[in-house]
């Protein structure tokens, strides 16, 4: 039997900045394509997590808690790092919630981003499993633009945190080196026996969605949907 596919990237309507998904929705698309689970990994939140653990229950289908958190850049403030952390167990659920407290109450910086902190991830990392959030992670950031030697220092640093429940995290959405950072993540992950896990980074179900869900990018940035210089 063909193995199923399961998200472990996915913004909810609770993404207010970026998503259009409603819980019903993804539950109802989870069950089509015969998803024995799936993840809800808001960022910076976890408000959904009431409504969408009994509806994924209620379907049969495992609910994965989870939360792609900023992570602080501390040479520039401005433009963190992304870090998916998923709940492995009621250990993990308490110290994602505790991390987004903390970022809230102490980590807000330049652009309103709510940062977790090194200091507090290497205290509050147990039970709770860390994807790389691919080119948009530190270490992502340090394949395509760094130095091999600054690649093993934070592989380190990251394993240390969370030991073999760190995974490095694969995506081909489309995004322009998205190709070189897949490729230099597999020799990454060949040369330190690292876990690879891909991902699809999930906003929205179809690509009718698309241009709803582009609008509300455009408003949470002020931005109108012909600025070519825009992200997407």
């Known amino acids: 039997m063909e193995k199923p596919f399961i998200h472990l990237h996915l913004h909810s309507e609770y993404s207010l900045v970026d998503s259009v998904l409603r819980i019903g929705d993804v539950i109802s698309a989870s069950k089509e394509h015969n998803m024995p689970a799936v993840a809800v990994t808001d960022l910076s939140n976890v408000f959904s997590v009431v409504k969408f653990y009994k509806s994924a229950v209620a379907a049969g289908i495992k609910p994965v808690l989870g939360s792609d958190v900023w992570l602080e850049r501390p040479e520039q403030p401005g433009k963190p790092f992304r870090l998916v952390l ?3 167990n009621e250990q993990g659920y308490r110290n994602l919630t505790h991390l987004l407290s903390e970022a809230f109450r102490h980590g807000q910086h330049v652009g309103g981003h709510a940062c977790v902190s090194k200091h507090e991830l290497a205290r509050h990392s147990d039970g709770l499993i860390a994807l790389s959030a691919a080119s948009q992670g530190e270490i992502g950031n340090a394949l395509l633009h ?27 959405t489309g995004r322009s080196g998205d190709e070189e950072h897949v490729r230099k993540s597999m020799n990454l992950a060949m040369r330190r026996s690292i876990a690879v896990v891909a991902t699809n980074d999930v906003r929205f179900s179809s690509e009718e969605d698309f241009e709803i869900h582009d609008i509300r990018v455009c408003i949470q940035d002020s931005r109108v949907l012909n600025d070519p210089r825009r992200p997407k």
């Open 86 to 88: 998923l709940c492995q």
């Open 146 to 172: 760094g130095s091999e030697s600054q690649v093993d220092q934070l592989v380190d640093e990251y394993l240390q945190y969370f030991g073999d429940r760190f995974y490095l995290e694969l995506q081909r």
